[in-house]
């Protein structure tokens, strides 16, 4: 990167384990996550050569000066891109500044966390001394938490790629060197990947190479700044444009894979778990983002879905609230539609096929908050995983359309 700029006031050389923090804007806790990784490094693992690497993405808003002071004993490497490109961007810098440092274990930590824990690096860098190559995170969450994972992106990656990933859309993650270099060597980089859709693009990419990989227990609800309507926008296109985008340079890894696999889950059992924070989601804003959709996507849906799964989404707008239902078929069906009318399409068509699909997932969100409401957390898991394998029965649609298209 013509423009990048890198601090290295401890002149790294080598290293055995770099965490790495993105940082986007004034708006995550920077020196708090500084200090709780510099505390987890020297508290479980103070006989290896760490180093922390900030991953600036803004390098405006005084990031560097927060990271750059923030007293702590591991070293510190500063890498922006000045402004340019997206925080994947920064983030592949990441990557290869880990290789040039011969490192063997990668962690991510995002700063948007607020309550990120010394013990989350302990959790994240162990199943990698187990030799997995690839960590993901699973929280203690609330059964309404997280809705564009637990609709979209989990079912989808679950069903493409044949594994159990349940949390792929990150923040924290773990990667071994073996699978780092498999993942610069790809040339699957775009707008979507470059920008929201990294995690979820490193996910795909463990899955696809069929790494060991495994789930770390946090047993700690993951306590984040609740996200603005446009600031959601602009993640919902990333991630789900991420997801869209990675099927055709993937395709010979996806078309072979018929149903998914369990993945281990490391760290159950232990310390007590903590409850999640309550979580009441406003029914009646879903319900009008979705009766809004029609008004401005009507006529586009007409186009990308079939005529079937038109005519349901129809049956669903009249339901009341009461009797509120969007089925999984119909749900399955939709997502594989749009994914394929997304392939090969021009940027400002996908964007326009993303916001069209927004709608329709809030519709789906409203269904699901209104089915699992007198459940238990593991009760609405159960929904969720329910609905997955529906997603994997119906892959032979999905791969007859894209064949077709």
């Known amino acids: 990167m013509s423009a990048e700029i890198q601090v290295d006031g401890n002149q790294i050389n080598e290293a055995e384990i770099v965490i790495s923090i993105p940082s986007y804007d004034e708006c995550c806790d920077l020196a708090n996550t500084v200090v709780k990784v510099d505390r987890g490094l020297n508290e479980f693992f103070n006989s290896r050569d760490s180093v922390i690497i900030n991953c600036d993405h803004t390098s405006e808003d005084g990031l560097r000066e927060i990271f750059l002071t923030t007293e702590t004993q591991s070293p510190k490497i500063y890498i922006t891109g000045n402004g340019s490109g997206g925080e994947g961007k920064l983030l592949r810098s990441c990557l290869r500044k880990v290789i040039e440092l011969s490192a063997s274990k990668l962690v991510i930590i995002e700063p948007r966390a607020a309550n990120v824990q010394p013990g989350w690096i ?55 060197k073996e699978l780092i270099e498999r993942v610069l060597e790809m040339d699957i980089w775009n707008g979507y990947v470059n920008n929201e859709g990294f995690a979820v693009c490193l996910s795909t990419l463990a899955m696809c190479f069929r790494k060991p990989m ?22 919902f296109n990333g991630v789900v444009g991420s997801v869209f985008s990675l099927m055709e340079p993937l395709e010979k890894y996806w078309k072979k894979v018929k149903w998914s696999r369990p993945t281990a889950i490391l760290g159950i059992g232990g310390e007590d778990a903590e409850p999640a924070e309550e979580l009441e989601t406003d029914v009646d804003m879903l319900h009008e983002k979705f009766l809004g959709g ?5 006529e586009f849906w007409r186009e990308v879905v079939s005529q079937t799964t038109y005519n349901k989404v129809q049956e669903i707008r009249n339901l009341d609230m009461n009797h509120f239902n969007f089925p999984a078929q119909t749900w399955t069906t ?10 090969g399409k021009d940027d400002e068509y996908r964007e326009h096929l993303l916001e069209a699909l927004l709608p329709l997932f809030y519709g789906k969100a409203l269904s699901y908050v209104k089915r699992t409401e007198r459940m238990s957390v593991q009760q609405a898991e159960d929904t969720i995983e329910a609905e997955c394998m529906v997603f994997e029965e119906n892959k032979p649609y999905l791969i007859s359309k894209w064949d077709d298209d």
């Not at 997995?132 to 079912?155: C, G, R, T, W």
């Not at 939709?334 to 392939?343: E, G, K, M």
């Open 122 to 176: 302990l959790k994240m860098i162990e199943p990698l001394e187990k030799n997995f190559q690839f960590v993901a995170p699973i929280y203690v969450h609330h059964k309404d938490e997280d809705l564009l994972n637990s609709m979209v992106v989990y079912p989808l990656t679950r069903s493409l790629y044949g594994w159990r990933i349940r949390r792929p859309v990150g923040g924290e993650l773990g990667l071994s």
């Open 214 to 235: 495994c789930q770390a227990f946090i047993n700690q609800p993951r306590k984040t700044v609740e996200k603005g309507e446009g600031e959601f926008l602009t993640y």
């Open 334 to 343: 939709i997502l594989y539609d749009f994914a394929v009318a997304f392939r």
């Open 294 to 298: 029609f008004r401005k996507y009507e």
